[in-house]
């Protein structure tokens, strides 16, 4: 009987990275919510049945609110190696292989699966990430709102001045506390590194690039929001930065649509820095004069 429990009898757990996309119209966000369809369970159902188990949970690199899109998510998962090799079945593809092929077979047609593989060593999905990077789009022009891209592209009904919008984004970069453009949640800092906020436009199209090390609740869309007003002519480009350094919501700030808004890349360290990079994000931001988290758009 001791034999039975002890250690080499214990089946090995393997860890897989999983790079996807998805379109958030019809998903009330990332994370599982009892009774509504999500991006999180429509994955873990369709795991469960490819791999006739219950339970399988995935980590996401960063959780997306309702009506977001993805186009570079990342999450990984922790499976039983032997349930993983059955994957295939018959078949002569790698079980990775197979099992991205299943996946997709079984989930809904606005989420997809692009990459499985086996990760590296370290590998945390969510807390070896180093960047996220988000896009958003918006239409200022009405000739350039095109049906086609409703669900992707804002329509806005004025028309908006990209260099005043990038004058008081620029004033916005760096290591800050972003709690005016955040949604607070208990226990959770609202201190962030913006690396990257600019406008450009794009084949018509007004296209913010917005990166960082992670991002608190709309704090995406509340920049947008914030920088609109700018780029309206409303507020001089200095607003920007008199928000942020107040530290409370602005009333005169909406915060943007969610349809404009795609998580577009999560970066990572090389690999031998990986496990480093995630003990290191679980620590809490703080500021330089203070004496450190989650990331959630």
Request: proline share 5%; net charge neutral; charged share 30%.
């Amino acid at each position: 009987m001791a034999d039975l429990l002890h250690p080499s009898w214990k089946t090995e757990a393997v860890r897989l990275r999983i790079d996807l996309s998805y379109d958030g119209t019809d998903f009330n966000g990332w994370a599982i919510q009892p009774g509504r369809r999500t991006v999180q369970g429509e994955l873990e159902a369709a795991m469960d049945t490819v791999l006739r188990t219950t339970g399988t949970r995935l980590t996401v690199a960063g959780r997306t609110d309702r009506g977001v899109h993805a186009r570079g998510q990342v999450v990984h998962v922790d499976l039983d190696e032997d349930a993983l090799a059955q994957v295939p079945g018959r078949g002569v593809q790698a079980p990775v292989d197979a099992l991205l092929r299943r996946v997709n077979g079984v989930a809904g047609r606005d989420v997809r699966i692009h990459r499985v593989s086996q990760a590296p060593e370290g590998f945390d999905a969510r807390f070896s990430a180093i960047w996220r990077r988000y896009a958003y789009r918006i239409a200022d022009d009405p000739t350039m709102v095109d049906p086609l891209r409703r669900s992707h592209v804002v329509a806005w009904p004025r028309p908006l001045d990209v260099d005043a919008m990038n004058v008081a984004a620029a004033e916005l970069l760096g290591l800050n506390d972003f709690a005016s453009f955040c949604k607070r949640r208990e226990g959770a800092t609202t201190i962030r590194t913006l690396l990257d906020l600019r406008w450009e436009r794009i084949d018509g199209i007004l296209v913010a690039e917005v990166r960082a090390d992670a991002f608190c609740h709309s704090m995406v869309r509340s920049l947008v929001g914030c920088l609109a007003v700018v780029g309206e002519g409303r507020k001089r480009p200095g607003f920007a930065r008199e928000v942020m350094t107040s530290k409370t919501r602005h009333p005169g700030v909406a915060v943007a649509p969610a349809h404009g808004l795609t998580l577009e890349e999560v970066g990572y360290p090389p690999d031998d820095q990986l496990a480093a990079q995630a003990a290191g994000s679980r620590t809490k931001r703080m500021l330089p004069t203070d004496s450190h988290d989650d990331d959630d758009e």
